[in-house]
């Protein structure tokens, strides 16, 4: 099915694109079919009654986020757009006029989840717009029928979609085109951080991953644009900035620039003060095997977080070709070693993915003493789902009980780990920006070490910085 930019249902209202001038926005062109409650048609009687019309801008719309730091900056990005132009914003689905879910297909949990509250706002029978990555990867997907859609890089014109999908109209914007620029109006979940993307898509083909199919090949912002994002957020007064990526360390290859390039250039603007820190989002190992002295170098700066995502998801060269990953647990050895030789403090977050295709109780044995001879303060433990359209999803697959339990040994194994020994009696400047998932802690950071501890019951801040 090729890429559709289209008005699906309905005969009329703006063409494709249009934007509507407010004194052109007529009644919500809806009827009830008794035999079809579910479906929304359009009205074509002229002699049909007009109703009291709803002035687009004055509506709720309730917006949901599932996935990265990514699809949350894009929500932002969407939800500041409504905002701008009148609409109210809220986390409320009982509240809103229409929901705007912001979807994520790197696992399965994550598409069901998405699939259940599709579910539901259909049975409220609220107008539904779907954004990111499930749509523009997989954009048959039966729940996705009668929905209006905002791609992935179209998130610049969602207020025209929720105004049409108001009025009764499917509409889908998936064509790929430039980045949405980075000045659009923005609504921050969490006031004290900036979510910045430096780039969209990756260099990568890894055989199990989905997001590729969304995303896309790599697309980078230029440093111009990147560095004048983060002037303006300084000015906001955020107190952290996070770069977010689907692989950060192949940032600036499309456009003859490379991501220490970006770092000095943005390290350069951070107040000296040290009241806003940066945080360098995940890399895979391939691409910044060849800047890691550099990169060490910057993240040796008073203001940046000492702290790397590097995803390693096995501790088998043979378990890592079959995801085609394109490096060896040697190499991945080596970032480790030498990031954590030279800056002093350095932690390291990790990934694994259990019970891969063709994962034997060799490789995850390999796994399990890697994971332990790190001992990495931040271990992101996944078991394997196959997503549709990727190679994985073909491969022979281990036994669901066999990933199970491998999974909960590898949990057991970093569970067992203390790392804050030995941090007993240092004072640290720490930075409080987040609340704890459980509504009652605060994540205190330090800013050289990036460690988050569950520490003080939640009390009223009106700063991001002690």
């Not at 929901?99 to 539901?120: E, F, G, R, Y």
């Not at 199990?208 to 906001?236: E, W």
């Not at 977050?349 to 891969?356: L, P």
Request: charge should be neutral; hydrophobic fraction near 35%; include cysteine.
């Amino acid at each position: 099915m090729e890429d559709i930019e289209d008005l699906l249902v309905g005969s009329g209202g703006a063409p494709p694109g249009f934007r509507l001038p407010l004194n052109a926005v007529g009644v919500n062109p809806r009827k009830k079919n008794k035999s079809k409650p579910n479906k929304i048609s359009q009205i074509n009687d002229p002699l049909t009654p007009l109703l009291p019309p709803k002035i687009p801008g004055t509506q709720t719309i309730y917006v949901k986020t599932f996935g990265c730091s990514h699809n949350q900056s894009d929500s932002e990005y969407m939800a500041g757009q409504l905002s701008a132009f009148g609409y109210a914003i809220s986390d409320d689905p009982e509240e809103g006029d229409l929901w705007l879910i912001n979807t994520c297909t790197v696992k399965s949990p994550s598409q069901s989840a998405m699939k259940t509250l599709i579910t539901k706002c259909k049975t409220a029978k609220k107008p539904l717009v779907v954004a990111g990555c499930v749509p523009q990867g997989s954009r048959d997907l039966k729940e996705l029928e009668g929905v209006s859609i905002v791609g992935v890089q179209q998130i610049d014109r969602v207020v025209e979609v929720v105004e049409e999908t108001l009025k009764g109209h499917e509409v889908r914007l998936l064509n790929r085109k430039t980045l949405p620029v980075l000045d659009l109006p923005k609504v921050r979940k969490n006031k004290f951080v900036e979510i910045l993307p430096i780039n969209v898509g990756c260099l990568g083909a890894c055989t199990y991953c989905k997001t590729k199919h969304a995303r896309g090949h790599l697309g980078s912002y230029t440093v111009d644009s990147l560095v004048g994002r983060v002037k303006t957020v300084i000015a906001d007064e955020v107190k952290e900035i996070w770069l977010s990526s689907e692989d950060t360390g192949a940032y600036g290859r499309d456009i003859g620039v490379s991501l220490p390039i970006l770092l000095n250039a943005i390290v350069v603007e951070l107040p000296p003060d040290g009241s806003t820190m940066l945080r360098i989002g995940m890399t895979n190992p391939p691409f910044i095997l060849e800047h890691l002295k550099e990169i060490a170098a910057v993240l040796h700066h008073p203001c940046v977080y000492s702290f790397l995502h590097v995803p390693v998801q096995s501790g088998s060269d043979a378990v890592l070709t079959a995801m085609n990953r394109e490096y060896t647990v040697s190499e991945f050895r080596t970032v480790v070693d030498t990031l954590t030789g030279l800056v002093p403090g350095m932690q390291i977050a990790t990934d694994i993915i259990c019970g891969f295709p063709g994962e034997t109780d060799e490789d995850f044995a390999q796994t399990v003493n890697l994971i332990k001879e790190y001992k990495f303060p931040q271990v992101h433990i996944s078991q394997f789902y196959p997503r549709p359209g990727t190679p994985a999803a073909r491969m022979k697959k281990v036994p669901s009980t066999i990933v199970k339990n491998r999974s909960r040994e590898l949990t057991s194994v970093f569970e067992a780990f203390t790392p804050y020994k030995g941090m007993e009696g240092r004072v640290e400047r720490i930075w409080i920006t987040e609340i704890a998932t459980d509504g009652i802690h605060l994540l205190l950071k330090a800013t050289s070490t990036f460690y988050w501890i569950l520490q003080l019951q939640l009390v009223t801040l009106s700063k991001g910085f002690v």
